[in-house]
């Protein structure tokens, strides 16, 4: 981005943007996607779009950028609370792959064409990043569970966990798979993420 969204009215903007942006894609697609057809339907002139983002691609990694950090904040609350109410380690490792699942990897068609989108543009070390921070995430929380039935993690465990959860969702989002969004992809999913933690 060209310039931070500091006041209301501006941050009121980049959303604004955001949705026209959503709304080109879903009724034209990505090649669809114009910098003039953005303003357009946002409403502004076109230099207004030009005083947050040269470009549409600009305004695309944006959107992930805003997307993968909510998702990441809020499955780092639930898992947070989840060990903090103790409950059972099978138990928030489902939950959390659900979330992974939902906003990494299935949806309605439209949500899953824009993570589709996602996959493709992000930048390899955004994307590392946001492995990183999830790992700490998970190998704090897990080491807090003291379950007897699990293991507690170390670092190549959790390294080996997310990068094959997280693979699993780039290949079966990219490849449009069936198996999103199936109880069978999350069983499975389960069984692989348990079989090495329990202990």
């Known amino acids: 981005m060209r310039k931070l969204p500091t006041q209301e009215r501006a941050q009121r903007t980049i959303e604004t943007i955001f949705d026209a942006t959503a709304q080109i894609i879903d009724e034209h697609g990505e090649a669809g996607l114009t910098t003039n057809k953005i303003a357009q339907k946002a409403g502004f002139s076109i230099g207004t779009l030009y005083q947050y983002f040269p470009t549409k691609e600009a305004v695309l990694l ?28 099978q138990q928030i490792i489902r939950e959390r792959l659900h979330m992974l699942i939902e906003n990494f990897g299935a949806g309605g068609v439209f949500k899953r064409s824009m993570i589709r989108m996602a996959w493709r543009m992000d930048h390899h070390e955004n994307v590392m ?11 704090l929380a897990l ?36 198996l999103l969004g199936t109880q069978l992809f999350e069983d499975e999913l389960v069984i692989l993420v348990w079989g090495i933690l329990k202990a």
Request: proline share 5%; net charge positive; charged share 15%.
């Open 129 to 139: 990043q946001a492995l990183r921070e999830g790992a700490e995430h998970i190998a």
């Open 62 to 89: 944006a959107m992930i950028q805003r997307g993968r950090r909510q998702a990441m904040d809020e499955m780092q609350s639930m898992l947070a609370s989840a060990v903090q109410a103790g409950v059972d380690p």
């Open 143 to 178: 080491s807090q569970l003291q379950s007897p039935a699990m293991r507690t993690p170390n670092a190549a465990s959790i390294f080996i966990l997310t990068r094959a959860v997280m693979g699993t969702l780039r290949s079966a989002s990219l490849e449009n798979s069936p």
